[in-house]
């Protein structure tokens, strides 16, 4: 072998070397930030879980926050069914009870007459007969039949009016709870 054989051997093992340090080096770096990697990724991995942790404990506290007003509404309107319930029954029960009082001339409606009114043709005296005791404007009797239809239509009013209150205490309930 010749020098410059030995030469050429040399720079070729050299040049080996320097490529096999250069891969060796290369898969050093590689499995370096490999590592850096996966530390960076688990860590981001486990900020991230504890932001959803975060996010989804929130969320739950919302939906019982929700869930309590809810409830809240749901009794207090529960609360007004039952007492405008309630209130509704007796003014039934007192309607029956005018009726009923009325069918047996228990009771008896009358209308105040003024005394300027010529179209009436009423002559109802202005002092009190042996009969009566009212001492005041002339007054002149309905007919049981008369009064029983104006008690019916202040029933509709009556319920009416309970209806209308109990639409408004849902209104407000609702508007008060959402």
Partial sequence: MTSVQKLAGLVLLALVLMAGTAVATWEVQAWRLGKQLA????????????????????????????????????????????????????????????????????????????????????????????????????????DPAHAQRIIAITDDGDNAVIALRACQAYAKALSAGG
């Fill in 39 to 142: 530390e960076q990724l688990t860590e981001q991995g486990a900020a991230h879980q504890k932001h959803l942790d975060a996010i989804t404990s929130e969320a739950w506290r919302q939906q019982q926050a929700e869930q309590d007003k809810r409830l809240a509404t749901e009794r207090q309107l529960a609360t007004q069914d039952q007492q405008l319930t309630k209130e509704l029954s007796d003014a039934q029960r007192n309607q029956t009870r005018v009726r009923d009082q009325l069918a047996t001339t228990e009771l008896r409606l009358s209308v105040l007459l003024t005394a300027t009114d010529s179209a009436s043709g009423c002559n109802v005296p202005t002092a009190p007969g042996a009969a009566g005791v009212v001492h005041a404007a002339r007054r002149a009797q309905l």
